[in-house]
């Protein structure tokens, strides 16, 4: 395989939020967590259903099954925890997935125009076309780190 050919392929898990099969660059998954109880408190960010505790850091949980338009499945297996870097700074998050989680290899596809804009890209898996989530999209949407004019514009 040249260069290219290896630099245009990458790793990818795939996961099942709700009804559907998702896939998110195995980069920035840091790990498979049990199902533990998600802390609810009062907040105004619908994108983040609480908070878990995990290995001694509070980390929000965010709805990606809304952000996607999927039905929200009780059959909750485990938490995908994700991580995030911007500058030096490190975040995690964490979205809950019901179904089995594979890891796979493949060439990120641009997506369709209708796609929401949590979804990054399209990866081809056998006779399959599973939408790549743009995780970054939906943890950015409920973080602190908005721009000032949308806080102000809330006010």
Avoid: W
């Avoid at 559907?20 to 199902?35: F, M």
């Avoid at 179904?99 to 399209?122: F, I, K, N, W, Y």
């Amino acid at each position: 395989m040249t260069q290219t050919a290896q630099s245009a392929v990458s790793s990818f898990v795939i996961l099942q939020i709700g009804e559907r099969r998702l896939a998110l660059p195995a980069e920035i998954v840091a790990e498979l967590a049990p199902p533990v109880r998600v802390h609810a408190f009062p907040h105004d960010t619908p994108s983040i259903l609480g908070v878990i505790v995990r290995r001694g850091h509070i980390v929000p949980v965010y709805d990606a099954a809304s952000a996607l338009g999927a039905f929200a499945s009780s059959a909750q297996r485990f938490f995908l925890i994700a991580r995030r870097r911007f500058g030096k700074a490190r975040e995690f998050g964490a979205i809950p997935v019901n179904g089995d989680c594979e890891l796979t290899t493949g060439e990120l596809q641009p997506p369709a125009a209708d796609r929401p804009s949590c979804v990054s890209g399209m990866l081809q898996c056998g006779a399959e076309a599973i939408e790549v989530f743009d995780l970054d999209a939906l943890m950015s949407s409920g973080s602190a780190t908005e721009p000032p004019e949308s806080a102000e514009a809330r006010q």
